[in-house]
């Protein structure tokens, strides 16, 4: 099938990449034109484990290609994806100005030949019927009608595209696996005929022809209609937040009481009614999805009239939880004034590049408002000499010169590799071995053996 993704973040050009794998006619589209250059080199501009290697192969196969033209991208594209950001404004409201301005230019080059717009972008409940509104408003002023004429669309025109949407349930580090092996896929739409285009277009997907166990049964298929389809994308994210939060809540009562988390939650966890996703205590979640959608879904619920308790208590908790390594550090070494703090990771997780409202922003102000001097390796911010605007924070490169003078480390990103450090050999250029497992990562047993006073999140 042809297909035109037009914004190439992690979720267009993740979604962009895979559908040309799986055999379909993509070109993306950005307005960026920078990116699309260096795209158009084969180099991804984000990082994502495979996809690099999976855009080379389909940009060789022919499969897959990158332009800034929107009109082409239309013009080529029977189903045409909105895949732009929707950022939080302060107001915790998702910036929808983007998605604005594409479906607006979508309507300006609609042209002939039926097309299936495709919400992939996380937006607003209610979206969907806006987004139509959008589309037949630039196909307005293509046509040259102004505002105020009359102008009746006909049955033809308005026949020429639907719009659906179709949520993403991505996780960053792992988007390309995800992609593959989804646990289900959410259609929402009043249109059968689009419906059918998009499960086509899944087809290789539901039928697991590229996942990682093909033994497995069809992946689902719920279709619903646009605003539950809206729904089910911020009530996902909304829910593992919460369960985050609910963890790190009882992990805060462990400390009180002496209990250990991670036995409570593997108790908790072999529960089938609860299972053990989403139970890790830490120093909380971040990151561009999370935040955003329990902002924008509280929000929501408050355009309409009614106060979202729990989801309010969900984030007031996240809040706290982010300066819970400072109160530990505070512990152990009491005046944080004068002392170097040295922070093992940066990225809101491990395995991507992306710093979006990531704890690490929070401990390093905090640090830096104590007057503490603060140091970070991080294996991929380190390494590709990107800041990401970081201020107040020296970057090492490497694990043994970020301990080096340091009275603390702080483990923010569970990066795998921490896991093979040489923490012996830092413990020794350490003023003193103390380490907080902001993660609960480590082998604390391991960790003790080589002289360190270890502290992790309610254990």
């Not at 037009?6 to 895979?18: D, P």
């Not at 979508?106 to 996380?122: C, E, F, M, Q």
């Not at 593997?266 to 830490?282: T, V």
Request: glycine share 10%; net charge negative.
């Amino acid at each position: 099938m042809k297909v035109c993704v037009i914004g190439t973040g992690y979720v267009g050009l993740v979604t962009g990449v895979c559908l040309a794998h799986i055999g379909h006619d993509v070109i993306c589209i950005d307005n960026n034109e920078n990116k699309v250059n260096l795209m158009k080199q084969g180099q991804s501009p984000i990082y994502e484990p495979g996809l690099s290697d999976l855009m080379r192969s389909s940009m060789e196969s022919g499969r897959l290609s990158f332009s800034t033209d929107l009109g082409a991208g239309v013009n080529h594209g029977e189903i045409l994806f909105i895949a732009v950001g929707t950022p939080p404004l302060p107001t915790g409201e998702s910036d929808t100005r983007y998605v604005e301005a594409v479906a607006k230019g979508i309507g300006a080059n609609l042209r002939g030949g039926y097309k299936v717009i495709v919400n992939k972008s996380t937006v607003p409940i209610g979206s969907g019927d806006w987004v139509r509104m959008i589309v037949l408003d630039g196909l307005k002023e293509r046509l040259g009608v102004t505002q105020g004429e009359g102008f009746t669309m006909t049955e033809e025109v308005e026949a020429c595209f639907d719009v659906v949407s179709n949520p993403e349930f991505l996780r960053e580090g792992s988007a390309v696996y995800d992609t593959f092996n989804p646990d289900r896929i959410v259609l929402g739409g009043s249109s059968d005929r689009a419906i059918a285009m998009m499960s086509e277009l899944y087809q290789p997907l539901v039928n697991r022809d590229f996942s990682e166990n093909k033994s497995l049964p069809p992946v689902p298929i719920v279709v619903t209609d646009l605003s539950s389809a809206e729904m089910i994308k911020y009530a996902a994210n909304a829910f593992l937040a919460t369960k985050i939060s609910f963890i790190n809540e009882v992990a805060n009562v462990c400390d009180r009481v002496g209990a250990d988390v991670t036995q409570v939650a593997k108790g908790i966890g072999l529960d089938s009614r609860i299972g053990d996703k989403f139970l890790q205590a830490g120093i909380g979640w971040g990151g561009s999805c999370f935040p955003k959608d329990v902002s924008a879904l509280i929000h929501t619920a408050e355009d309409y009239g009614y106060s979202t308790e729990l989801l309010n208590a969900v984030v007031n908790v996240n809040k706290k939880q982010r300066v819970m390594a400072i109160e530990k550090l505070q512990q152990e070494l009491k005046i944080l004034k004068g002392k170097v703090v040295g922070l093992l990771g940066l990225t809101f997780k491990p395995d991507t590049d992306d710093m979006r409202d990531a704890p690490a922003l929070n401990i390093i102000e905090e640090l830096n408002r104590l007057g503490a001097k603060v140091k970070a390796y991080d294996p991929i911010v380190s390494q590709t000499g990107i800041s990401h605007g970081l201020s107040g924070v020296i970057i090492e490169s490497d694990a043994s010169m970020l301990a080096d003078g340091c009275d603390a480390l702080v483990l923010v990103t569970d990066w795998q590799e921490f896991l093979d450090l040489d923490f012996e050999k830092m413990a020794k250029v350490m003023k003193q071995p103390l380490i907080i497992d902001g993660r609960n990562f480590l082998d604390k047993r391991a960790i003790e053996e080589l002289g360190y006073r270890y502290v992790g999140m309610g254990r």
